[in-house]
């Protein structure tokens, strides 16, 4: 096993899986600027960074979780799978996966744990995703650990790097919004650099056993129009918004996964996360919103997605 590291800063030693991801990187950079220093998973070779010690391993391999926590103050776990070929697939890294780097934080003396789940945890009967990211939640809930812990359930994440979203902001060039299930069905959103932040003040160990739900603040989501409008400008109308109903897109996402099981290549959309993707209520719930009197936003809906517009523009993607 090797490991990379380089001089530290003033502040906690966090370990971190899911570093090299969408929503890890950003967190890497705010950890960092919090002058935190960060022990992360890795599964390939990474560019040096002061601040960083790269640890060599997967959430499979008990021996790099251990040297990953080990000396850290605080464990923030945000490693998973979001699309997989089977149920199992889900559950073995949401579940198994979580339970080895749950067991060496305890081992190594951890003193809390903070658990990114996910909005879709809440009905599990949805999608494999949501049933692995409750059963997930369940090893901290269920259990008595000698660390304190807190799970995040973020919404919509979109920003810079993200490539879900650039999917569905395609079809914005003809004009067209798709809002699966119903026009007005309701989701709550965040840009990805303000979730990197309210993570990293979460660090302070101040929602102890506690589940917080956290978005950019507006009440009650959005519907597909307020994205529209979001997505408007002065020189472009709203695209138009259209239903994709249940039947359609889970019909799209069946063969899509008989497609991916015969190909051996997990994809996005399937007949599970179709199920997911109609459902009429991903939004926050206000009793779950933590409260951070050292964060707030920088972006709301329209800002946050000019900005990562121009991200997919810069990089020759839109």
């Known amino acids: 096993m090797s490991q990379k590291s380089s001089k530290k800063l003033s502040g906690q030693t966090i370990a971190l899986t899911g570093g090299t991801g969408f929503l890890g990187n ?3 950079n705010s950890l960092l600027n919090a002058g935190h220093t ?25 021996e790099s979780l251990n040297a990953l926590c080990k000396g850290a103050d605080t464990l923030i776990h945000a490693a998973g799978l979001v699309k997989a070929l089977t149920r199992d697939d889900f559950f073995d890294a949401n579940v198994a996966g979580s339970k080895l780097v749950l067991t060496a934080a305890a081992k190594q ?3 809390h744990v903070l658990h990114i789940s996910s909005l879709a945890a809440r009905e599990p009967r949805l999608s494999h995703y949501g049933a692995s990211k409750a059963a997930g939640e369940l090893l901290l809930t269920a259990r008595k650990w000698p660390f304190n812990w807190t799970v995040i359930r973020p919404p919509a ?5 993200d490539m879900e979203i650039l999917k569905l902001l395609k079809a914005t060039r003809f004009g067209l919004l798709p809002a699966p299930g119903n026009v007005n069905n309701r989701s709550s959103w965040i840009h990805v650099e303000d979730l990197a932040e309210a993570i990293t003040q979460l660090c302070d160990g101040s929602h102890s056993k506690a589940i917080v739900e956290i978005d950019d603040t507006k009440a009650g989501g959005y519907r597909a129009k307020d994205i529209a409008k979001a997505l408007s400008s002065t020189e472009q109308k709203p695209p138009k918004v259209f239903s994709i109903p249940f039947w359609v897109l889970g019909t799209i996402g069946a063969i899509n996964g008989m497609v991916a099981s015969a190909l051996n290549r997990p994809t996005m959309l399937t007949l599970s996360t179709a199920r997911y993707l109609c459902h009429p209520d991903w939004t926050v719930r206000e009793p779950r919103r933590p409260k951070l009197p050292n964060w707030s936003p920088q972006y709301n809906l329209k800002a946050g997605l000019r900005n990562t517009v121009d991200w997919y523009k810069k990089n020759g993607l839109l």
């Open 109 to 111: 003396k951890v003193s």
């Open 38 to 62: 960060v022990q992360a998973l890795t599964r390939s070779e990474q560019t040096d960074r002061d601040g960083v010690t790269w640890v060599n391993g997967s959430l499979s391999d008990a």
């Open 157 to 161: 994440i979109y920003g810079p790097g």
């Open 26 to 28: 950003h967190l890497l």
